[in-house]
């Protein structure tokens, strides 16, 4: 029988809070172990950097010019040719996904067999019922269903008084542990191993909603953290520290100064929900072990995006910076299937949309002509002369803040499509991009061939940033290009 195939996507977790990264407080033992038993890819990016955008390259190992996702916009509908569920299901896996889908309509399966959902407090299903969509939360949610037939009276999330957008706000969670969204999809994936077709090998999505705001950590994790003595975030020399509109009062603020009481509390619950996932995660490797599973299972884990937790003064996601774009990328294998060199990093620059061509690979499943990404099979399998990118493409809609940029993990070239602001940072010498080298002489050179770069990625697109031969300021963003809006 063909291995089993486990996805496990978490969200807005930064690459560096892994201890196997040596980060100075967050403790990951399943994770650093899964590391240790498969390859760990240390630039690894989200091309674009927020939860609709990311999760289409997932799903279709597409560029987010191919998804036309190219920012955040909720509510159009997934319309694509091949996704990665479908492929696994055609080739008689069982596929189920559990945890945050952030499709639209809301419960589309998109391939798999099985979906059980549960995709946070998402916007446009806070109201009731919302007659644009004819959905409500109440109605599409399976967690706050399973939540609520198990507590007393109209238990709800927003009952911990937190935006599900806020990255400057925590508490500890109001219930008791098993019933926190985390443990819940740790449980049903437990539940789909007792129940799943013996006869036929899986395809299982466990994508958990945190550490994804609100910032509710159970107690017995959070007290691991609020104690200690945290970092400091980094502070470049181009960061804004003015601040004068007091943006960084704001509950759901983006930018700004943030109180630092308050800043320290979403730190160390922001580090608190990590370890909290990564239990949960050990308690369903323990589950594969148990049900025998274990050794014919390769495992992905990888993050949609990160946070930038302060970050030159900034949080959240969605902007070209290390905290926000670097994604924890690891490919396990504990029975040895894919004859990796286990225990190793890899510094190849991957992204999200090689993804799909990876997994497929490694179930000997033919990849459709649509895919874009790469396989990174040749690179774990130390194959030679091994013909890899050269680097990614990676963008945002963002308002003034729109941006486009390029990047190998080493270095990397930032232009702000509204204002023609440019930026460039060596990562190797500044890995956290406290220095922006765009007017240094030594570094002409360099920014010329990143940009020329930029200039063809762009050329041909319908925003009408480039000719092929010029970038051009100010030209209208669209978060949704018109071939996935028809």
Excluded at 224 to 244: I, K, Q, S, V
Excluded at 271 to 293: M, P, S
Aim: with cysteine.
């Amino acid at each position: 029988m063909k291995p089993n195939i486990l996805l496990i996507e978490v969200d807005q977790m930064r690459a560096d809070c892994l201890s196997i990264m040596d980060h100075p407080v967050v403790d990951t033992p399943n994770l650093d172990q899964l590391a240790r038993d498969g390859v760990l890819f240390t630039n690894a990016y989200a091309a674009t950097p927020s939860c609709v955008p990311a999760r289409a390259s997932i799903l279709t190992g597409m560029s987010q010019a191919s998804t036309g996702r190219v920012g955040y916009q909720d509510k159009v509908p997934w319309k694509y040719e091949n996704t990665l569920a479908d492929e696994f299901s055609k080739a008689g896996y069982h596929t189920q996904s559990i945890g945050k889908m952030h499709v639209y309509p809301t419960r589309s399966l998109c391939g798999f067999h099985n979906v059980i959902l549960h995709d946070g407090y998402m916007h446009y299903n806070r109201f009731k019922f919302n007659t644009k969509t004819m959905e409500s939360a109440d109605s599409v949610d399976d967690y706050l269903n399973w939540m609520r037939d198990r507590t007393i009276g109209h238990v709800d999330l927003s009952d911990l008084g937190l935006d599900c957008n806020s990255s400057t706000m925590a508490r500890p969670w109001h219930l008791a542990e098993e019933l926190h969204p985390t443990n819940w999809l740790t449980t049903q994936s437990i539940d789909f191993l007792r129940r799943r077709d013996p006869s036929k090998p899986f395809f299982l999505k466990m994508s958990y909603v945190r550490p994804h705001p609100p910032f509710d950590p159970p107690s017995v994790f959070y007290d691991m953290y609020r104690d200690m003595d945290l970092p400091d975030p980094p502070l470049g020399d181009w960061a804004d520290t003015n601040d004068r509109s007091r943006e960084g009062l704001n509950p759901v603020t983006a930018k700004g100064l943030v109180p630092k009481q308050r800043f320290q509390r979403a730190q160390a619950a922001y580090y608190a929900l990590i370890t909290h996932v990564d239990h949960q995660i050990g308690r369903f490797l323990n589950a594969l072990q148990e049900y025998g599973v274990y050794n014919n299972t390769i495992i992905l884990f990888v993050s949609d995006h990160g946070e930038l937790l302060g970050d030159h003064n900034l949080f959240r996601k969605s902007l070209p910076y290390e905290g926000s774009a670097n994604v924890p990328f690891i490919l396990a294998d504990p029975g040895n299937h894919l004859s990796m060199k286990k225990n190793s990093r890899l510094e190849e620059v991957v992204e999200l949309r090689d993804i799909m061509p990876t997994l497929l690979g490694a179930a000997n499943i033919a990849i459709p002509d649509t895919v874009e990404g790469k396989s990174v099979l040749p690179l774990v399998r130390k194959e030679q002369d091994v013909q890899w990118r050269e680097y990614i493409h990676g963008e945002h809609t963002l308002g003034n803040q729109s941006y486009q940029c390029i990047t190998n993990g080493k270095e990397k070239y930032i232009w702000y499509s509204q204002t023609g602001e440019e930026q460039f940072f060596d990562l190797i010498k500044d890995p956290k991009e406290l220095t922006n080298r765009i007017q240094e002489a030594d570094y002409v050179q360099r920014i010329q061939v990143r940009r020329e770069q930029l200039i063809q990625e762009l050329a041909g697109r319908e925003e009408g940033y480039s000719d092929g031969k010029s970038l051009f300021v100010g030209k209208a963003v669209k978060s949704t290009l018109a071939h996935a809006l028809t």
